[in-house]
């Protein structure tokens, strides 16, 4: 939160390099399912004198081609047809054949010991197989002590395919996502009574939004890390990677 809200201070950028999967010919942009920070970088850079290069897999004649209308093209400098699909990679495919029976321990005792105890609402759910095991035992363990209807409605994360049946027996109302999921896309197009979509079927995700969701409008978060140090200090750095603002 506090990067994006400084691009607004003292960190404008000059030129924004963003991605879409279509536009039109007056530069109006259609963004997908993954919406992200798009948005935030954009209007930063349009409105404090700034260039932005909009990249796109495919151009189309008339905005009436475009799905949806996500970024207007008064805001957009050039678009820059790609010679192939850009590519994302998939971050939090969570495979349930890689949780452990201590995640399976930890993710009762969450349940039970917290979510059950503080009557958690809402939440941003964190990456990790520990709260992968806590969306997979909703449905049952969740179920046998009564706590369908009492905790975890109200969510601010990625969509996860482990979170489909908690959603399918009932026990989501509303998911607002940071990003989109590779897979995901049909799910979603879907379940509009659960996710925040568009008119396309396809998903809005915003990251500035859910961000500020997920830190001022939650119950809790709960998640997994790297390294913590003896100051609660958590490193989001991989080889390779700074994969958050930490």
């Not at 948005?39 to 796109?56: K, M, R, S």
């Not at 009564?146 to 969509?159: A, D, E, F, M």
């Not at 809790?220 to 700074?242: E, H, K, P």
Request: net charge negative; hydrophobic share 40%; proline share 5%.
């Amino acid at each position: 939160i506090e990067l994006y809200s400084r691009l607004y201070v003292d960190l404008s950028p000059n030129v924004a390099l963003i991605a879409g999967y279509k536009a039109d010919r007056k530069g109006n942009l259609y963004t997908g399912p993954s919406t992200e920070d798009t948005p935030a970088l954009v209007e930063a850079a349009a409105f404090h004198d700034g260039i932005v290069i909009a990249q796109v897999n495919e151009l189309v004649d008339d905005e009436c081609d475009l799905p949806r209308v996500d970024i207007p093209g008064s805001w957009i400098d050039y678009v820059v047809v790609a010679d192939k699909p850009f590519f994302i990679e998939p971050l939090f495919t969570r495979d349930p054949r890689l949780i452990k029976q201590e995640h399976i321990l930890m993710a009762m005792m969450a349940i039970k010991g917290i979510y059950a105890e503080h009557q958690v609402q809402s939440l941003n759910h964190g990456i990790g197989f520990n709260t992968a095991a806590i969306e997979l035992l909703l449905p049952t363990y969740g179920e046998q002590l009564g706590l369908k209807g009492k905790i975890c409605k109200h969510w601010t994360l990625n969509p996860h395919p482990t979170l489909i049946p908690a959603i399918e027996s009932g026990w989501v109302e509303s998911v607002h996502c940071f990003g989109g999921e590779l897979g995901m896309e049909e799910y979603i197009r879907a379940r509009p009574d659960i996710f925040f979509t568009g008119a396309d079927g396809s998903m809005r995700s915003n990251r500035a939004f859910c961000q500020l969701a997920g830190q001022y409008a939650v119950d809790m978060f709960i998640g997994s890390t790297l390294q913590v140090d003896g100051y609660a200090n958590s490193s989001t750095v991989t080889r390779g990677r700074l994969s958050g603002f930490g």
